[in-house]
């Protein structure tokens, strides 16, 4: 059973157009997470929920929305996709508070924009 | 920027060799992890240490932290092909946020 699932897994689209990516995890963690790749391997974090409530919100264009319509579910919405926006996004969810504090990853969606 | 950083940037051995890598960051911390990623996968976590303690081992991977250097080490010890990846460092200040380093891309070859 995967964890941490993210879909779509590779998303090829045109400037200008609005995008969604999904995500979802069976661990019954309480906090979610989204963090952008560049090309250079560089991981930055961009949002987190706690229990679907927002926690971090880092310096993110606001054509970038996330969504938690539970403490199972993150789904990250982007608006008028520019070149830049071009990364692999990641999901990940952990227990806040847990002793362990580590996070768990999806597998990423490879979004490209042309 | 806060982010941490990680040398060398690549790093290749041959099988059964010994590969380290270091992890510097600026901030205070409350604990360091170390996280691996395969080419076109997540990342998946291999170890934490807390800020006060100095080493940790788990089977093949010794972690080190110098807190007053701000610097942490990785060690794989007796390294394998299937260890090829890139090694990040991660760590939180305080809350929830995780910041993660550059990181390193390991390639053990046969």
Not at chain 1, 69 to 79: F, R
Not at chain 2, 83 to 99: E, H, I, P, Q, V
Request: hydrophobic share 30%.
């Amino acid at each position: 059973d995967t964890a941490v699932s993210q879909t779509p897994k590779y998303l090829v689209t045109q400037m200008g157009n609005d995008k969604s990516i999904k995500c979802e995890q069976n661990l019954g963690h309480d906090t979610m997470y989204w963090y952008k790749q560049d090309s250079k391997k560089f991981l930055k974090i961009m949002f987190s929920y706690n229990n679907k409530e927002l926690i971090i919100n880092e310096t993110v264009p606001n054509r970038f929305s996330p969504k938690s319509p539970d403490k199972a579910h993150l789904n990250l919405h982007i608006n008028s996709l520019e070149l830049g926006d071009s990364a692999v996004y990641f999901c990940a969810s952990s227990q806040l508070f847990d002793r362990s504090e580590k996070l768990f990853f999806g597998s990423g969606t490879q979004l490209s924009v042309l | 920027s806060q982010q941490g950083e990680e040398d060398p940037q690549a790093l290749s051995i041959q099988e059964g060799e010994n590969a380290t890598m270091n992890c510097s960051y600026k901030t205070s911390i409350n604990n360091l992890q170390w996280y691996r990623q395969n080419s076109g996968r997540g990342l998946v976590h291999l170890i934490l240490i807390r800020s006060n303690e100095r080493e940790k081992h788990s089977g093949r991977l010794r972690v080190t932290l110098d807190t007053s250097k701000k610097s942490s080490s990785l060690l794989i010890t007796a390294s394998r092909a299937a260890d090829t990846a890139s090694y990040f460092c991660a760590f939180t200040g305080g809350g929830n946020k995780l910041t993660f380093g550059t990181g390193t891309q390991l390639k053990v070859e046969l």
